[in-house]
């Protein structure tokens, strides 16, 4: 068991892209927990990689030789960086005592900085700031020095300098986490209570859970019961994370490890959960536990109908080590069987989607996603909707609602205006507007979570030249008057292109949807006709042309090598359509809601 005295542990929270993942490799490096390699070393999935996003957290364990003389057990626990994750980085903050706040020398304090710090401080952690990328030539760290001041009013002094790229300052960094992290507290006598903050699939070993010990001591092949899913466990291996697992007979007090007890499946790992002895149990699970509920739907369906199982069993693969997907059987006039599945977010929806792809090579056609409603009958009953075709008769509703999100944008004055019209738009509502230091405001609005997942960010980045971060959290349901508006093809309404919009705005709306989905969809050997509708009513309306289909006759005969490329492009391009009564709908067009100018 360690001295608690000596431990440290800590997290590292930042705006995406400020550095937090080459700073936590430098400090590896530093204390020789890592050999120095290229690239990064913790995030560890090829998506992440490719993102640049830390989706999953980690805990990894250093040993610091201070300048004290004093060797030190650092705990750095990962937080992911994004909003859809924002539950998960409340707990791995909840696991710590310190956290180093970086900000990009360049950029200065942004959306995510602000929001990480308030949990931060709502978790009493000690906050260490740190003004990253101080080797950039456009580096202006006098400028965000000021902004940290402004911000978490700390003293100039108490505020750190590091280079994540060449590893200057890096060393102060380390000794401030031995300096200014208090240790962790807790006895060590009392009855086991341990934190889940993080869990894991390992294709051999189940899942692993990574804990933190608030108070008493585990050991080897204790029977262990989690308290909020009441399931009881032998604790088969605990220890510690290094760069690999290592094996511990016995964890303390403050310290950070990992359980392995023979759990094959993710949704029985919580995250927020606590861990204790069966037979003596403490009396309170830590505070804080939430069920992670998922926000966003949408449809998935297998383009090839004879995929539908393969496409089920993929899904219950992806949820063996992602337990905040949901999915359940779902059919569609239009598109036949397949998955109404339920995701944090966009980002979340969109990791499922490349995995579906990548990992199990499935084709399917997803449909716009929408947000959960609450929609109350007439009799007072109540009901969660989770897909705009699945609204009750109109005449029986009382009243829906939706959730609503309070927003961060962190801007230039100059992109006001438009950010502002773009917040009204949306249903936003202004609720503070604040200065941040010299030509940057922060602005929080209240605005419906339904316009965020329809096209929220790409307008935003375009509109601020990419000059604006966000960041959200839900805060509560509201009622809104919102109505159902059906896309007809050729007289046959298709419910998977429904959607749920404000009564104010449903009429440019419709008109909107029939306009873009005329350029997605392909001209047909017959006139098709789209219409959007509500109710019965008929609000708007295009047609497609016929055409006679032949592209190889732009080829002017000859080059038969290129005709057959064009054959096998159209061949490519058929893959992801979807028959709907005679007309031919390309994924796209599923999708058109999110294209709308
Ligand atoms: P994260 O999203 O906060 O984890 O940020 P990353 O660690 O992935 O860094 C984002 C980008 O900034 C990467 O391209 C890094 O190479 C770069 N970067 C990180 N730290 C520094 C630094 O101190 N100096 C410079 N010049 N670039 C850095
Ligand atoms: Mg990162």
Same mark, same amino acid.
């Given at each position: ?6 431990i440290?542990?800590?997290?590292i ?6 550095g937090?993942?080459t ?11 890592i050999? =120095?390699?290229?690239?990064? /070393?913790?995030?560890? *999935?090829?998506? #992440?990689? &490719?993102?640049? !996003?830390t989706i999953?957290?980690?805990a ?14 650092l ?5 992911p ?11 791995s ?8 706040l ?26 260490i700031?740190? =003004?990253?990328?101080?080797? /950039?030539?456009?580096a *202006?760290?006098? #400028?965000? &020095?000021?902004? !940290? ?11 750190l300098?590091?280079?994540?790229k ?23 006598k ?12 390992n ?7 990574y804990f ?9 092949g204790?029977k262990v019961?989690?308290f909020?899913t009441? /399931?009881?466990?032998?604790a088969?291996e ?10 511990r007979?016995e ?5 950070v490890g ?5 759990i ?16 003596r149990p ?6 804080g536990?939430?069920e992670?509920?998922?926000?966003v739907?949408?449809?998935?369906y ?10 089920r ?5 992806l949820?063996?080590?992602?337990a ?11 598109l036949g ?14 990791i ?13 056609i ?19 909707v ?5 609204l ?5 509703i ?10 961060t944008?962190?801007t ?5 205006g ?5 917040c009204?738009d ?6 503070k ?12 609005f209240?605005?419906?979570l339904?316009?965020i997942?329809?096209d ?8 601020s ?7 959200y ?6 009622p809104s008057d919102?109505?159902?508006l ?11 292109l ?5 009564r104010?705005?449903?009429?440019a709306?419709g ?6 989905l ?14 959007a509708?509500?109710?019965a009513k ?6 497609i042309?016929?055409?006679?289909k032949?592209?190889t ?11 057959r ?23 796209k067009a599923f ?7």
């Amino acid at each position: 068991m360690e001295n608690i005295n000596k431990i440290r542990n800590f997290c590292i929270i930042a705006h995406i892209d400020h550095g937090k993942s080459t700073l936590a490799d430098r400090l590896l490096e530093k204390t020789q927990t890592i050999k =120095i390699t290229e690239g990064q /070393m913790l995030d560890d *999935m090829d998506l #992440e990689r &490719e993102r640049g !996003i830390t989706i999953k957290s980690h805990a990894i364990q250093m040993e610091y030789k201070a300048n004290d003389g004093q060797t030190y057990i650092l705990n750095l626990i990962d937080t992911p960086g994004h909003v859809d994750f924002s539950y998960e980085v409340s707990r791995s903050i909840a696991a710590c005592e310190g956290a180093l706040l970086v900000v990009d020398a360049t950029q200065g304090v942004q959306a995510q900085t602000i929001s990480n710090l308030y949990m931060a401080i709502e978790h009493d952690l000690e906050i260490i700031p740190v =003004i990253n990328k101080i080797d /950039m030539p456009s580096a *202006m760290p006098e #400028e965000v &020095e000021d902004e !940290i001041v402004d911000l978490i009013g700390c003293k100039r002094e108490e505020i750190l300098r590091a280079s994540g790229k060449t590893g200057e300052g890096v060393e102060d960094v380390l000794e401030a986490v031995v300096n200014r992290v208090p240790h962790p507290e807790g006895d060590n006598k009392a009855p086991l209570q341990a934190l889940i903050f993080d869990s894991v699939f390992n294709s051999f070993r189940g899942i692993i859970a990574y804990f933190k010990i608030e108070n008493g001591t585990i050991r080897k092949g204790d029977k262990v019961k989690f308290f909020n899913t009441g /399931m009881e466990y032998d604790a088969d291996e605990i220890g510690v994370l290094k760069m690999d697992m290592i094996a511990r007979n016995e964890l303390g007090t403050g310290e950070v490890g990992y359980i392995i007890s023979g759990i094959k499946n993710a949704t029985e790992v919580k995250v927020g959960d606590t861990i204790t002895h069966v037979a003596r149990p403490c009396e309170k699970a830590i505070a804080g536990f939430q069920e992670v509920k998922p926000m966003v739907f949408a449809g998935v369906y297998p383009i090839d109908p004879s995929d539908y199982e393969n496409l089920r069993a993929s899904l219950e693969k992806l949820q063996l080590n992602d337990a905040s997907l949901t999915f359940m059987p779902e059919s569609s006039v239009a598109l036949g069987f397949g998955f109404r599945c339920g995701f944090l977010g966009l980002l979340h929806m969109e990791i499922i989607q490349e995995r579906l792809d990548r990992e199990f090579n499935m084709d399917v056609i997803t449909t716009v996603p929408n947000v959960s409603y609450m929609v109350y009958d007439k009799q007072g009953g109540e009901k969660e909707v989770h897909n705009p075709s699945g609204l009750p008769d109109p005449t029986m509703i009382d009243h829906i609602e939706e959730p609503y999100i309070r927003a961060t944008i962190i801007t230039s004055c100059d992109y006001i205006g438009p950010i502002m019209k773009l917040c009204l738009d949306k249903r936003g509502e202004l609720i503070k507007q604040e200065y941040v230091s010299g030509n940057r405001v922060e602005l929080h609005f209240m605005l419906p979570l339904g316009e965020i997942v329809i096209d929220f960010y790409d307008k935003l980045k375009s509109i601020s030249k990419g000059y604006a971060s966000f960041d959200y959290h839900i805060d509560s349901f509201r009622p809104s008057d919102l109505v159902k508006l059906d896309i007809l093809l050729n007289g046959e309404p298709v419910d998977a292109l429904s959607t749920l919009t404000h009564r104010e705005n449903a009429v440019a709306f419709g008109r909107r949807m029939c306009e873009k989905l005329k350029d997605l969809i392909p001209r047909q050997q017959f006139d098709i006709a789209i219409q959007a509708a509500i109710g019965a009513k008929i609000v708007a309306r295009e047609t497609i042309k016929q055409v006679r289909k032949d592209v190889t006759a732009k080829c002017y005969g000859g080059d038969v090598s290129r005709k057959r490329k064009l054959l096998e492009k159209q061949k490519k391009g058929k893959k992801r359509m979807k028959q709907i009564g005679n007309v031919e709908v390309p994924q796209k067009a599923f999708l058109a809601v999110l294209k709308l100018d």
